[in-house]
């Protein structure tokens, strides 16, 4: 394959290292990625023509998957094409505006993802634990509102990330090692002062992601003590049932971003292309999976992929 070489003294560009130690296996590491995209994209893709298709899931619960759908087609997107074009090319340049602009987009759609889940433990709440109000408590034209606010309260969360890394100077060596241009790993290239930064980073990202964290914990204590009190076991079941395919989306979506966070912060012994790779499977596991948990977990989907893929 042909090589592009790039130098890092241009100050307009930055070098995306791609998984440094790693790089003889640069060409087997990208299958992975490869085949982890097309399947987010064929399944989410899936998702989204299924419930545009079938008049019976236009309800709120399909129309928030379809939502969280949306925004595990970006993250994917966002990430593996430029990761690919490193694997396969070494095309490592990306402009300094590009690497912020990809920076904004990759965070606010992380944040847009774990509201999305919040509304969807409310979801649950209201169906468990109120389901006769449940068509009037939450309607389309509602989980719209929800979603557009969710999308704002990102943009907002997410808007001075960039904004304060453009006033910070670089050093000369514009090396980022990761395949994508993720905050912490381009404020470690900067040359300034990046207290402001990574003060600003921590407490938006304990702020909100705990207040999301709280609300879903608020909302399954509710559902629990729901379930709890129904006598039947089939209801209880049933209830149960309901919740799981929300519940391993969580714990896929939340526990890499955790453990991602962590080694950042305190993780200094851990090899750089540990990082690396744990920043990269929390960014292509959720999408690829979350799509096949629902199709699975899901009744109706499950029927509706059913009908369509065994048509003869």
Not at 48 to 73: G, R
Not at 152 to 168: A, G, K, Q, Y
Request: proline share 4%; aromatic share 10%.
């Amino acid at each position: 394959m042909a090589t592009f070489n790039f130098t890092t003294s241009d100050p307009s560009t930055f070098i995306l290292m791609g998984i440094p130690g790693l790089e003889a296996g640069h060409i087997w590491i990208s299958i992975p990625f490869s085949t982890s995209y097309l399947i987010s994209l064929f399944g989410n893709i899936m998702l989204l023509f299924l419930v545009s298709k079938e008049q019976t899931l236009h309800k709120p619960m399909y129309l928030l998957i379809c939502l969280l759908a949306l925004t595990d087609i970006a993250t994917s997107t966002f990430v593996v094409p430029k990761a690919l074009c490193i694997f396969w090319f070494n095309l490592k340049g990306i402009t300094v505006r590009g690497c912020l602009t990809q920076m904004f987009l990759l965070h606010t759609v992380s944040f847009m993802q774990s509201a999305i889940l919040v509304i969807m433990a409310f979801d649950r709440y209201v169906a468990i634990c109120n389901p006769l109000r449940y068509a009037t408590i939450l309607t389309n034209a509602r989980i719209a509102k929800l979603g557009l606010v969710a999308f704002i309260r990102s943009v907002i969360c997410m808007l001075p990330l960039p904004m304060l890394l453009s006033r910070l100077p670089f050093c000369a060596d514009r090396s980022i090692l990761q395949t994508h241009c993720e905050h912490m790993a381009v404020v470690k290239i900067s040359c300034g002062d990046i207290t402001v930064n990574k003060m600003y980073s921590f407490v938006i990202v304990f702020v909100v992601i705990g207040i999301d964290l709280t609300l879903i914990a608020l909302s399954y204590s509710l559902i629990i003590r729901a379930i709890l009190r129904i006598s039947s076991k089939r209801a209880h079941q049933k209830a149960l049932n309901t919740c799981t395919g929300h519940i391993c989306v969580m714990l896929m979506t939340y526990t890499p971003g955790f453990l991602t966070s962590v080694t950042h912060r305190f993780g200094q012994g851990i090899a750089p292309h540990v990082h690396i790779i744990l920043a990269n499977l929390y960014l292509l596991l959720p999408p690829m999976l979350n799509p096949i948990i629902y199709g699975i977990k899901t009744k109706e989907l499950h029927d509706k992929v059913g009908k369509y893929t065994c048509r003869r």
